[in-house]
T-cell receptor, first 115, second 119 residues
Framework: DAGVIQSPRHEVTEMGQEVTLRCKPISGHDYLFWYRQTMMRGLELLIYFNNNVPIDDSGMPEDRFSAKMPNASFSTLKIQPSEPRDSAVYFC?????????????FGEGSRLTVL | AQTVTQSQPEMSVQEAETVTLSCTYDTSESNYYLFWYKQPPSRQMILVIRQEAYKQQNATENRFSVNFQKAAKSFSLKISDSQLGDTAMYFCAFMKERQLLYNNNDMRFGAGTRLTVKP
């Protein structure tokens, strides 16, 4: 299996621009998670989906952040407008119960730099 | 809400020696999962070891083992015969049983411990 695929791997943008991060989960996985990692705050869970339905988006920092999962093989995390404090590594992860009993399979992350 | 605490921001160990990373957590649940994830400089998180709370036996994966103390809510990771490739950030994580996953608080990561293995 190809694993969780994220794109882009690196993104540099200017403040105010729209940013879209993409994720393809492992085929057959019914849970998908979006995490943000920074030095200051560590690993934060932003939102997660079960069977393409958002379960809890309380970790999404502001209305500037939105996430969608239009089908089982694709999800996006959008930031509009972006701000310098959004600079972080964004991870997507997927899993399937009960097969993996909670183990998360992570993508390689998207490093976002907002100037 | 569940919390996960890793009290050691950084640790170092000599190659071939043993090191223990600590993790404590707080939950009112009786059934849950605990994990240790490794994040090397390449940045991709990978699972090191998993423990199901209903199992009394400590999990072991080759050089990696845990000391799971359910009553004390402690879940430490022991790395034996440390290798240079073990240098990484290590994260302790907690997850409720699937049936109880209602919100983001039902799965938590600790702040991480940066481990350096010295030659």
């Amino acid at each position: 299996d190809a694993g969780v695929i994220q794109s882009p791997r690196h993104e540099v943008t200017e403040m105010g621009q729209e940013v879209t991060l993409r994720c393809k989960p492992i085929s057959g996985h019914d849970y998908l998670f979006w995490y943000r990692q920074t030095m200051m705050r560590g690993l934060e869970l932003l939102i997660y989906f079960n069977n393409n339905v958002p379960i809890d988006d309380s970790g999404m920092p502001e209305d500037r952040f939105s996430a969608k999962m239009p089908n089982a093989s694709f999800s996006t995390l959008k930031i509009q407008p972006s701000e310098p404090r959004d600079s972080a590594v964004y991870f997507c992860a997927s899993t399937s119960f009960p097969l993996h009993t909670g183990e998360l399979f992570f993508g390689e992350g998207s490093r976002l730099t907002v100037l | 809400a569940q919390t996960v605490t890793q009290s050691q921001p950084e640790m170092s160990v000599q190659e071939a020696e043993t090191v223990t990373l600590s993790c404590t957590y707080d939950t009112s649940e009786s059934n849950y999962y605990l994990f240790w994830y490794k994040q090397p400089p390449s940045r991709q998180m990978i699972l090191v070891i998993r423990q199901e709370a209903y199992k009394q036996q400590n999990a072991t994966e080759n050089r990696f083992s845990v000391n799971f103390q359910k009553a004390a809510k402690s879940f430490s990771l022991k790395i034996s015969d440390s290798q240079l490739g073990d240098t990484a950030m290590y994260f302790c994580a907690f997850m409720k049983e699937r049936q109880l996953l209602y919100n983001n608080n039902d799965m938590r990561f600790g702040a991480g411990t940066r481990l350096t293995v010295k030659p």
